[in-house]
């Protein structure tokens, strides 16, 4: 699997050659990306360069073998980036009930996709006594999940065509709501792709993803499914919309059980996604995807030529332009193999959504291949059941009823099975294999680009200070702005302070640390990171924003290209710093970094590797205690920024504290990983190691804020 160190050489270098070879005019300044939005075009940008590549890639794979070793490499990607996908584990499967209807009946059925991790479906069984092709259908986004009327009714189809149809709630949906509150109800009320983005915040810190749990209940629900005695297990299909068009994606791709495939209202290409609507909710994004050369046609590429049909819309928010290519894409391979007439798309003039044409083209197709029998189908009127009547618990979720396990629950167990390790790794590693771990995991090379230097752009005089606008360019073709404030009588030689948060004064705030520092005679570089200005929403608002944070999209377009987004912060506060030690009258003097906020990790990173100590103080406050905290607190609020992959096999942010002894540091207020002040006892517990290593050398403090009412329902910690 590409590395982020590897992924990150590769976009930069891409960037060169793109300017090199003219493709790009080269503007006098880049464009600055200081908020989201900004950002979210840059790295759009960059996945651009690496989605043409692969273009070329695949254009050269003419033969039959090359198109095989291509497939096993993206195969092993997709796995290796899944993370530890388990072992199969009994069922435990158990009918709860029957509902007969015309025609066909209707099981309501609970299984354990893993250990006490429940999972609700309902079975439509065709009447008569001849075994049946299987079909697994998983939900979209529907709140009730299963009960969905559109579902419904694609069931109901299947069925009156001689399909048995397993459906099951997603996590975060119907009867699988995976946080409750002290009343056994729903905790996460922005709905289930908030809900499946903070499991996927928490999986990302443990090496999984939101994919990783959705992927292994599909796999395991076709299990159940192929077992039942009417279905005969050698014809299995799938199909689904939206979010369950998503799943069918991965699971056609991924389990070769599945013959034939209509995922509905989800494929496209990503350049199309991105440069519409933007990457979605955790389960869609794959980590390294991008920078792996992995588009959405090779889900269809590492199934053929099995038959696969794409149901699309006109008016589909997933760009029915981006179908087109991956279709024709397909189709060129298709034909390749010789089995052009195994992949079709059907487009209908509607928006998005499993409507009754494409419910018909997905029957008709999988009929036609899994049962040999192709003739025009049509939907007959049709009653769907109430949603109680697909219940499969007595208290309309499986946490109140049976007391399981829910995926927030799993990222925790996975998160205290890597501690051990994870200390050892942090307290026997050597200072230089700790940094290149460290670097590893955030995608930044040891080579990183030198940053130009600062240029002017603006300067104000003040009573008592000239404010100087400052831009740098940490890398090609991204710029961001600093503030220099130079006091009229600055204190000789002192080292500059730099204060990172998320905006930039116009003048100094009464009684604030801007003034403190000025009337000491200091002078200050206030600096915005990429992304990181709160004051402008992303391209398209969404309800993501508050929970996760405004720069989501952002966070998930980097995890696309391998660089995380915290990594590439941390290159900004180094290439700034850099930067500011070539000016003459700063070079020397050495830097006071105070971070406040989600710009507290960057800071610590940036001060583990700075190998050349421009750094000589830092000070963090009201920033995040531990990445553990996140993943025990059902993933937190606002921590996708800062979530870089499998860190938390190697270390954790008290552990990257300890190694900066004897480095002056202070942490003050820290929060928890819903906002809320960590009490003095729990932080000197977790900064336990950091206080054995600066035993001997002192200059560590940790004081505690004042703790205040929480801002998050005590149900947000996993059980």
Not at 57 to 72: D, G, I, L, N
């Amino acid at each position: 699997m590409i590395t982020p160190a590897a992924a990150s050489l590769l976009v930069l270098s891409l960037l060169a050659d793109d300017h090199v070879g003219g493709r790009q005019e080269v503007p006098a300044r880049p464009a600055m990306t200081a908020t989201a939005a900004q950002l979210e075009s840059h790295l759009t940008a960059q996945a651009g360069l690496l989605l043409r590549r692969r273009r070329d890639e695949v254009a050269a794979a003419t033969t039959v073998e090359q198109v095989e070793a291509r497939r096993e490499r993206l195969r092993a990607f997709f796995l290796g980036s899944l993370g530890d996908l388990p072992a199969r584990t009994p069922l435990e499967a158990r009918v709860i009930g029957v509902r007969p209807c015309p025609g066909y009946r209707v099981e309501r059925i609970v299984f354990q996709s893993r250990p006490r991790h429940h999972v609700t479906a309902n079975l439509y069984l065709p009447d008569g006594p001849a075994r049946v092709p299987g079909v697994l259908m998983p939900c979209g986004h529907s709140e009730n999940g299963k009960a969905d009327e559109t579902y419904q009714r694609a069931c109901i189809l299947m069925a009156r065509n001689g399909l048995a149809v397993l459906t099951y709630d997603p996590i975060g949906q119907g009867e699988r709501k995976q946080l409750l509150d002290a009343g056994g109800n729903p905790a996460v009320r922005e709905g289930s792709t908030t809900e499946h983005t903070r499991v996927g915040v928490g999986a990302i810190l443990v090496g999984r993803q939101a994919a990783s749990y959705r992927i292994w209940d599909g796999i395991r629900a076709l299990d159940y499914l192929a077992s039942r005695p009417e279905v005969d297990g050698t014809r299995l299909g799938c199909t689904g919309n939206s979010g369950g068009g998503t799943l069918t994606s991965y699971l056609m791709a991924l389990d070769d059980r599945i013959a034939a495939a209509a995922p509905s209202c989800y494929i496209t290409s990503l350049e199309r996604l991105f440069t519409t609507i933007g990457p979605q909710d955790a389960e869609q994004n794959i980590t390294g995807q991008v920078a792996a050369g992995m588009d959405h046609a090779d889900y269809i590429a590492l199934r053929a030529p099995k038959p696969t049909l794409l149901c699309t819309g006109t008016r589909d928010f997933f760009d029915i332009q981006g179908s087109w290519d991956t279709f024709r894409e397909a189709k060129r391979l298709y034909t390749r193999l010789g089995f052009a007439e195994r992949i079709d798309l059907m487009e209908s003039d509607e928006p998005h959504g499993f409507t009754s044409p494409r419910r018909v083209a997905a029957t008709r197709w999988l009929r036609r291949w899994l049962s040999g029998r192709d003739e025009a189908i049509t939907e007959s009127p049709a009653t769907v059941l109430p949603d109680s009547e697909l219940l499969c618990t007595s208290t309309g979720q499986v946490l109140s009823e049976l007391h399981g396990v829910s995926a927030f629950d799993l990222n925790a167990e996975r998160a205290r099975e890597l501690r051990p390790a994870r200390e050892a790794f942090a307290r026997d590693s050597t200072p230089a294999d700790f940094r290149a771990r460290v670097r590893e995991l955030l995608g930044i090379g040891r080579s990183r680009p030198a940053s130009g230097p600062v240029e002017e752009v603006g300067r104000q005089s003040g009573t008592g200070y000239l404010r100087r606008s400052l831009v740098f360019s940490p890398e090609p073709g991204l710029a961001l702005g600093a503030v220099e404030w130079i006091p009229t009588g600055e204190a000789g030689k002192a080292p500059v302070v730099v204060l990172l948060g998320d905006r930039t004064d116009s003048e100094p705030t009464p009684g604030g640390p801007l003034e403190r520092a000025l009337k000491s005679g200091r002078r200050v570089v206030q600096a915005q990171l990429r992304g990181s200005d709160s004051g402008k929403a992303t391209k398209a608002a969404s309800g993501l924003d508050a929970v996760v944070g405004q720069d989501w999209k952002a966070a998930f377009l980097s995890l696309h290209l391998g660089r995380p987004l915290l990594g590439q912060r941390v290159v900004d506060l180094l290439g700034l710093l850099e930067s500011l030690d070539g000016e003459s009258g700063v070079r020397g003097r050495g830097f006071e970094v105070r971070a406040d906020g989600p710009s507290g990790p960057v800071a610590l990173h940036a001060a583990g590797l700075d190998e050349s100590r421009r750094i000589v103080a830092l000070e963090v406050r009201n920033s995040l205690v531990s990445w553990a905290d996140v993943v025990d607190r059902a993933g937190g609020r606002r921590q996708l920024g800062n979530a870089v992959p499998g860190v938390l096999r190697y270390y954790d942010l008290p552990d990257l504290a300890a190694r900066l002894s004897p480095l002056p540091l202070r942490i003050e207020s820290p929060m928890d990983s819903v906002g809320n002040p960590v009490t003095q006892a729990d932080l000197e517990s977790s900064h336990a190691a950091a206080v054995r290593a600066y035993e001997k050398t002192g200059g560590l403090v940790l004081e505690a804020g004042k703790p205040r009412e929480a801002s998050d329902s005590p149900s947000a910690k996993a059980r």
